[in-house]
């Protein structure tokens, strides 16, 4: 992907608006696992992912989720930096893949959805392989988390984030000066 300098600034301003929003939005949904928190932050990523295509959205994904767990998420370090770039890297790849090959409203739904899905399964993945390590506990005691709190989750947090993401996208980016069929993806 070849970024000109007019990219790199959108998407600085859109990683900055990821890090503002979980720093003023943040809060646990389920009580028995207060360490996963709703926030907003992924949506300017989700946005970065349609206007710039899968790779720049992992390149915003892989900037935001270092800045942020360097700074206002620093409490989950190297493991909460890890956690959101699998999680929001997975979502916009999948995403950003869909929409690229159908840069419409329909092509917008079907990716967003296919984005959930798959970002809700790779956590319960990652969840299985991290979280023992985070909260110092057996594997065997978070497999019982899995339907009752993982799963609904991350369907949860992506399921907003990406409907939101689908009514403000167009309004965004023509905030952000650029056209939606102006943009020039990897192929």
Known sequence: ???????????????????????????????????????????????????????????????????????????????????HFFATGSFVLVAGLIYQKNRSRKGAVIGLIAGVITMTVMMVIWNLVFTPIFLGMPREAVIPMILPIIVPFNLLKAGINGAVTFVIYKSVSKVLGLEINEVNVAK
């Not at 003023?24 to 926030?39: C, S, W």
């Open 1 to 83: 992907m070849k970024i000109k300098t007019k990219q790199l600034t959108q998407m600085a301003v859109l990683a900055a608006m990821s890090i503002l929003l979980v720093y003023l939005i943040h809060f646990p949904i389920f009580p028995a696992a207060p360490y996963l928190e709703y926030d907003p932050a992924d949506i300017p990523i989700f946005i970065g992912a349609f206007m710039f295509g899968p790779v720049g959205g992992l390149i915003l994904a892989a900037v935001a989720a270092i800045i942020q767990g360097l700074t206002v998420s620093s409490a989950s370090g190297v493991i909460g930096i890890i956690m």
